[in-house]
Nanobody, 119 residues
Framework: QVQMVESGGGLVQAGGSLRLSCAASGRTFAVYAMGWFRQAPGKEREFVASIIWSGGSTVYANSVKGRFTISRDNAKNTVYLQMNSLKTEDTGVYYC????????????WGQGTQVTVSS
């Protein structure tokens, strides 16, 4: 099993920045990729960004391309999400999760961290 702990959320004005962290522990050697997801009030959870653990290739949702950057520090087993030019529609609970196999489902969800962007 892999355990995830997110941190770094908070309240920020539109146009501001935040950096989220996701610390992974446990069977991290079995992880293929890590992903960030978010869930706004009354909406379903949606994909934000992902990064392959070993190669570093990244994928982004269209809504965050050019504003968010996902990165990882393998030595610290930590994945980051740098969020710039934040918009009110970025508000939500942000979760990280692990993908054990390419194309597989994401699991081992963390508890989430709240991001609130005010206008």
């Amino acid at each position: 099993q892999v355990q995830m702990v997110e941190s770094g959320g908070g309240l920020v004005q539109a146009g501001g920045s935040l950096r989220l962290s996701c610390a992974a522990s446990g069977r991290t050697f079995a992880v293929y990729a890590m992903g960030w997801f978010r869930q706004a009030p009354g909406k379903e959870r949606e994909f934000v960004a992902s990064i392959i653990w070993s190669g570093g290739s990244t994928v982004y949702a269209n809504s965050v391309k050019g504003r968010f950057t996902i990165s990882r520090d393998n030595a610290k087993n930590t994945v980051y999400l740098q969020m710039n030019s934040l918009k009110t529609e970025d508000t939500g609970v942000y979760y990280c999760a692990a993908q054990q196999l390419a194309g597989g489902r994401y699991g081992n969800w963390g508890q989430g961290t709240q991001v609130t962007v005010s206008s």
